[in-house]
Structure formats: structure tokens, C-alpha cells
């Protein structure tokens, strides 16, 4: 594999980086998708901004022939997108549910006690951290977004506000914390200097610490049509075959593997210093062994998804178009930033959703990015009493229809768009 040398890869600005692959610096060739043009998927709206010009960037998605990563361009830079930010992570209770099992689980695996340190990057509002506290756990929380980190820092999860890279954890270094546990959940891909993060992983890392980071499956990804989970923000998408390639070149290595249902399909892999004690568990080979069968190493896997995504397209208008010329009332649940990427491929405004909802009340009131779809409370349903009300945030889906299930008393219906357009009746469904 024709893999350039760590060192003329990091460090690079924008305009360079976007001219090669971030990871491993090879010229890219190849394209998965082109979802058009679409605005930043979290640069929500308020009212007195909707006469004015919106910024709008390429989604066009390529792919490395020598690592495999999945990849924009990086048209926008972290400090734009995350220094003040939208999602925070505690509004989903399945994923605060989710975290909590993690942290039992990684304290009696690791035996973290009241001398160990856990740190996470893109720490959030403290959904996670929060639940090593009372198992004795020291944490610190590194989070950019300084309104996020607020809601953390409340709550008694001490949250460092800045970007992580070898600048911060050789300074943290300096100051004391190296950590037995380095945490990364759905980050990794929102980092568009990948060679400087993981040199900064390596550097905080005790000699017998463990990294661990989750991120949605490229292969899940392509297998179930989840082209709406490509947006700005995402700058990176991985198989486990990049992220072997990724951890090698900085003195990791791969020591497990578990496959998770969070985000439609992701991984949550373990990494680990070279020479440390531990062994690489049977799941990375499988695993590995089952992408290169599944055509992970062939480009011509990935020249075919794009038809998969208009697919979709087609089948969601043409339900939409239907459903409209019928006389019925339509809204959205949810304002993820896939809904936004889904939104604007689909060309998805007002003539379709009368609004949609959200339970971040950060959002009410505001618009979404692009087909400025008005964001209200989650009683506007009951207000508004739709026919059909179109799940953005498909990945919770069933969390959704358990929360909402209440409207089958007037005869409302779920429509769930990935992979294609499924219809639910909440009636029909067993409690």
C-alpha cells in the first residue's frame, strides 16, 4: 500500500489536506456518493435569519484506494461547527442508557478504581462521565463546545473546554493526567486532522491504558442505505481494516472489536500501546476477514452505493407526493443533523412538513439549515394531530414510537425513510 510517512501528513492546513487522504495522504480517485449541495447540518435558524444568504458546501464523498477511509473534504473547519454546538447527547435516553452499561461494564474489565483517570473526548453534557462518578472513577471531560461543556460542568463532570490533538495532550501530560482510560464515542469522524488526534490519544496514554472509540460502521452504512448520516461535520467514515491501518501508524494497536446496534450499525474498537500486555482478541480477525469478503478493498463495492441513495430519494418523494395530493397533514419528529442531510438531498420543505419537533428546546423556535422547516415542541403533535409524522432520527426509531405510540388514538402513522420508505401503524403494535 502505497502509505506516505506520519509526518508529511500532520500538520497540514485545510487546502492541503483536502488535496490528498487525511489519513494516509494518498491521492483520492474514487467517489461513494454525491448528495449534492447542502448547508452545515447543525446551523439551525432562527426567524430573522431566514431572508439572508446561506452557506452551502459539496457533499461529494470519496474513498481512499490504499487505507479504505471514507472521507469529505473539509470545507469547514472544527471551530466553526463545534464552538458553539446543538446536539447535546443527553435528550436521547437510550444513548444515556447506553453509556451507563459502558461504564459499568469498562470499570470491571479495566479495574478502574479512585487512583485510575478516564478522560473522553467530545465529553458533551457529561452523558457519560457522569455515570463513572458514583463507581469512584476520576474523569475529565474534554469537550470544544462551550455551551455543551456548561451543561457538563453542572452536573459535577469537570470538562476542559478546547480541541484535542498532541498541543493538549502533551500539556495535559505536563500537568498530570495521563489516563488509564481514553474514551471516544461518535468523534473520531468529526476530526479532520485523524493523524494529529491519534498522536494525542498515544501521548495521554498510560503504558497499560486502553482507548476506546465507537463510530458508526462503513460497512452497516453502505449495507442498509444510511446516506443521510453524511453530512459536514462527519469528515471521515471507517471499516475496521482503516482503523488497523490508522492505529499502526502510531505505535496502537488493535486489541478488540464489538459490534453495536447505536447509530444504525457502529464498532466500538479497542486500541492499546504496542508491547503493552494486552492481546489482540479472535474478533479482530473475524471481522477483518468478513470486510475484505464483503468487498471493502474493492472500489467497485463502493461505486455502487450512489444508486442505492437515489433509490431512496425517489421512493420517499413519490410517498410524500402521494400522501400530499391525498389531503393529509404531515410533520417530522426530530431535527438530527441526518434529517438535515436527508432534508435537503430529498429537497424536503414546507410543501411536504407543515414543522417538525424536537426535545432539545435549544432548537424550538429555530429552522432547519436549508429547507427552513419550522422546529417546535414535541406537543405540537398533539396540537397539530398529523397523519403521518416522518422519524428523522430513524436510529431511535423505536424509542420514538414507544414515547409517541399515544397517537393511533387518532390514526397517525410513522414513516421511517432508511433504508427505504417503511410505513408503522403504532396500533398494530404489541405492547
Given at each position: 500500500?502505497?502509505i506516505?510517512?506520519?509526518e ?46 446561506e452557506?452551502?458546501?459539496p ?16 470545507y ?28 459499568e ?30 463507581l ?32 493538549l ?13 481514553i ?8 476530526v ?57 501508524r ?49 472500489m ?35 431535527a438530527?443533523?441526518?434529517g438535515?442531510?436527508l ?61 409517541m ?27
Open positions: 500500500m502505497n506516505q510517512p506520519i508529511t501528513v500532520r500538520g497540514h492546513n485545510a487546502a492541503s489536506r483536502n488535496v490528498g487522504c487525511r489519513l494516509c495522504g494518498s491521492r483520492l480517485r474514487h467517489t461513494l456518493v454525491d448528495l449534492g449541495m447542502s448547508p452545515p447540518c447543525e446551523s439551525f435558524l432562527q426567524a430573522e435569519q431566514l431572508d439572508q444568504m452557506a452551502y458546501y457533499l461529494n464523498v470519496l474513498v481512499c484506494d490504499a487505507c479504505y477511509l471514507v472521507q469529505l473534504k473539509e469547514l473547519s472544527p471551530e466553526t461547527i463545534f464552538s458553539e454546538y446543538a446536539y447535546f447527547s443527553s435528550f436521547s435516553s437510550s444513548w444515556v442508557a447506553h453509556s451507563k452499561v459502558y461504564c461494564a469498562i470499570t470491571r474489565r479495566l479495574g478502574l478504581g479512585r487512583d485510575s483517570l478516564a478522560v473522553e473526548l467530545a465529553s458533551n453534557d457529561g452523558y457519560l462521565l457522569q455515570h463513572f462518578l458514583p469512584g472513577v476520576p474523569v475529565l471531560g474534554v469537550e470544544p463546545a462551550a455551551n455543551v461543556a456548561r451543561a457538563a460542568i453542572e452536573k459535577g463532570v469537570p470538562t476542559r473546554v478546547d480541541f484535542f490533538g498532541v498541543r495532550a502533551s500539556q495535559m501530560m505536563s500537568e498530570g493526567h495521563c489516563a488509564d482510560l474514551i471516544g464515542n461518535n468523534v473520531l469522524a468529526q479532520p486532522d485523524l493523524n494529529d488526534f491519534v498522536a494525542g490519544m498515544k501521548i495521554l496514554l498510560k503504558p497499560q491504558g486502553v482507548v476506546t472509540l465507537e463510530f458508526p460502521h462503513i460497512e452497516r452504512l453502505m449495507a442498509e442505505n444510511q446516506f443521510d448520516t453524511i453530512y459536514h461535520e462527519h469528515f471521515s467514515y471507517f471499516s475496521l481494516l482503516t482503523i488497523e491501518l490508522m492505529a499502526a502510531h505505535g496502537l494497536r488493535l486489541i478488540d472489536v464489538e459490534e453495536l446496534p447505536t447509530h444504525g450499525g457502529s464498532l466500538r474498537v479497542y486500541l492499546a500501546h504496542e508491547g503493552s500486555r494486552w492481546g489482540v482478541d479472535d474478533s479482530v480477525g473475524k471481522l477483518l476477514a468478513r470486510e475484505k469478503r464483503h468487498g471493502l478493498t474493492e467497485i463495492t463502493y461505486a455502487s452505493f450512489g444508486h442505492k441513495a437515489q433509490r431512496a430519494k425517489r421512493d420517499l418523494l413519490a410517498f410524500l407526493i402521494s400522501a400530499k395530493n391525498e389531503g393529509k397533514k404531515i410533520c417530522g419528529y426530530g438530527p443533523g441526518k438535515n442531510t432534508l435537503n438531498y430529498c429537497a424536503i420543505g414546507t410543501d411536504f412538513l407543515d414543522f417538525t419537533v424536537d426535545r432539545n428546546p435549544y432548537k424550538h423556535g429555530r429552522f432547519t439549515p436549508g429547507m427552513h422547516i419550522p422546529i417546535k415542541s414535541v406537543e405540537a403533535i398533539d396540537e397539530a394531530r398529523p397523519d403521518y409524522i416522518l422519524i428523522l432520527p430513524w436510529n431511535l426509531k423505536d424509542e420514538i414510537i414507544e414515547q405510540r399515544h397517537v393511533a388514538s387518532w390514526g397517525a402513522r410513522f414513516v421511517v425513510p432508511i433504508p427505504f420508505v417503511a410505513v408503522i401503524d403504532p396500533s398494530e403494535l404489541g405492547r
